[in-house]
């Protein structure tokens, strides 16, 4: 068995991370959707729905294979995306599955401790399940809100540990043990589908990601649950 993929601030996580992440980029969208049962769709477009009507050219970070970035120019056809990801195997699908369409300006192979922007670049800057990858967290959400012009939204769809007993045990039986399984079945990669179960076990709460967004500059925090509490939309705007 390959050794555990490091969770939360452990030393080697970022290489650790992008290794798996390129590693599994060939089923990775077929796999999300599937062990998802299709909600993952869902989500994202919950997430995007949280930005006001001033907001118009957005920055994906750890971007992935690119559905928030899809989901975001369905959404909004007078929309600008711009996208990142530190997996160059994820930036080459996501590219591919957005090329052509309206409002899509290009990807950048890019830490998101390091984005490629000026400051106050962007309206809005979103993640959808990628800042719990981030080696510091906190070096992630401030160069996120670094990009965001004054009064600029940020949307950050993650899981989160669960807070109801019920959802607790459904969470163990399936993400500890379905979801290793079938993900690694499919993938090749087992000690991805096991990082994903321990990663949101060692993630914050929601309340402390909540403190982390104002530490960052963030201000007007609220959320929305997904799928019964599974994941979390959160939206603040840059003060």
């Known amino acids: 068995m390959a050794a555990p993929i490091p969770t939360g601030e452990a030393p080697g996580k970022r290489d650790a991370v992008q290794r798996m992440f390129a590693a599994i980029s060939p089923s990775y969208d077929r796999l999300n959707h599937l062990l998802s049962a299709g909600q993952d769709r869902r989500w994202r477009r919950r997430a995007v729905g ?30 600008e995306l711009v996208s990142t990801d530190f997996v160059a195997a994820m930036c080459a699908t996501g590219a591919a599955k957005l090329d052509g369409r309206r409002g899509y300006l290009g990807y950048a192979v890019a ?64 993400f500890h043990h379905v979801l290793p399984r079938v993900g690694g079945w499919i993938s090749g990669s087992p000690e991805a589908y096991r990082y994903l179960p321990a990663s949101v076990g060692d993630f914050v709460s929601r309340e402390r990601f909540t403190a982390l967004l104002e530490a960052a500059g963030l201000g007007e925090i609220r959320r929305r649950e997904c799928g019964g509490g599974i994941a979390t939309a959160f939206h603040g705007v840059k003060l």
Do not use: C, H, K, Q
């Open 111 to 174: 830490d998101a401790l390091a984005l490629p922007l000026g400051d106050g670049a962007v309206d809005g800057v979103m993640a959808a399940f990628g800042v719990r990858n981030f080696a510091r967290l906190d070096a992630g959400l401030a160069e996120m809100v670094r990009v965001l012009r004054p009064g600029g939204e940020l949307v950050v769809l993650e899981f989160f540990p669960a807070r109801s007993a019920a959802i607790e045990r459904a969470f163990r039986v399936y």
């Open 50 to 79: 949280m930005f006001g009507p001033g907001v118009r050219r957005v920055l994906d970070v750890a971007a992935g294979t690119g559905d928030l970035g899809a989901a975001w120019l369905a959404a909004r056809p007078d929309g």
